[in-house]
């Protein structure tokens, strides 16, 4: 897929964040789009700056639970009829829980894993589909995090659904090309983006939230709309994984060189940050 024009692109999580930024980026490349989110005043505000740059662009939004495979698999096919053919899925929407083991409510982990793991599951399996029938082929793009390749403490939780997502989509790319090489598969693994995530976060008891704001915030190096243009390069290079921020590519540096080591760089940093 070395060009997007016409091409029809489903993002979740568009109300905000990378998602937001995807969806313009993609309408600039000339997309037309089917955006979803669980904030639909969000969604508004991303059609709005859709046709603020574009305003011959063809975007429908939907209020989607992506944790909600019956929704999912609904919003597939209402899509499907909307737009025609479906090209590209980028399953976006993610949360954020800040928490150790020991103070980790079991109905936030289940949250976030029905969101960031079980949420990416659902946008698949309903596409994947219509993916195949569509004339060209088409791509599924999954979102993990640098916190897919290193684990850190108090990340437990969202360790765990990024690892899951990584392994879920690197499998699904080695099954497409056995088996359905029309169909592209990218995992996108960004480092620190200056979004809203840690404000809209679960946390413990214990955290103080303006603080973990303000250390996300030293290290959200790169911007949702800088995040946009390298994840949308890598989707026309049908990149397997899609490093985006200079903090992503040194730690995937890292894992490689260090193996199961980096764990012990983690916990230094972990101690003089006082993050334990």
């Known amino acids: 897929m070395t060009t997007l024009l016409n091409k029809t692109a489903v993002v979740t999580g568009a109300g905000s964040g990378i998602g937001r930024a995807l969806a313009i980026e993609l309408a600039k490349q000339g997309c037309q789009l089917a955006i979803s989110d669980i904030n639909v005043s969000g969604l508004q505000a991303t059609k709005q700056g859709i046709l603020d740059i574009a305003p011959k662009a063809v975007v429908h939004i939907y209020e989607l639970d992506v944790a909600n495979r019956a929704s999912m698999l609904d919003y597939a096919t209402l899509v499907h009829a909307e737009l025609g053919d479906i090209h590209l899925v980028i399953n976006n929407a993610g949360v954020a829980l800040s928490s150790g083991l020991d103070d980790t409510k079991r109905e936030d982990f289940e949250w ?14 309903a596409f994947l589909p219509f993916l195949k029938q569509a004339q060209g082929g088409g791509h599924v793009v999954n979102i993990s995090s640098v916190f897919g390749m290193i684990a850190i403490p108090r990340q437990s939780s969202y360790n765990a659904a990024k690892f899951a997502v990584r392994g879920y989509t690197e499998a699904l790319r080695q099954e497409m090309c056995l088996n359905h090489n029309n169909i592209e598969v990218s995992c996108v693994h960004p480092g620190g983006i200056a979004t809203e995530i840690v404000q809209n976060a679960r946390i413990s008891d214990g955290e103080d939230r303006a603080e973990l ?3 996300f915030d030293k290290l959200a190096h790169t911007t949702p709309e800088k995040a946009a243009k390298i994840i949308v390069a890598g989707i026309k290079k049908n990149k397997p994984r899609i490093m985006v921020g200079w903090d992503a590519h040194v730690i995937h540096v890292l894992v490689r060189l260090l193996g199961i080591r980096y764990i012990s ?12």
Do not use: D
């Not at 760089?265 to 334990?276: G, I, S």
């Open 213 to 215: 704001s303000q250390s």
């Open 112 to 125: 976030l894993m029905n969101i960031n793991f079980w949420g990416v599951v659902n946008g698949t399996e």
């Open 265 to 276: 760089l983690t916990q230094w940093l972990a101690k003089r940050l006082n993050y334990q």
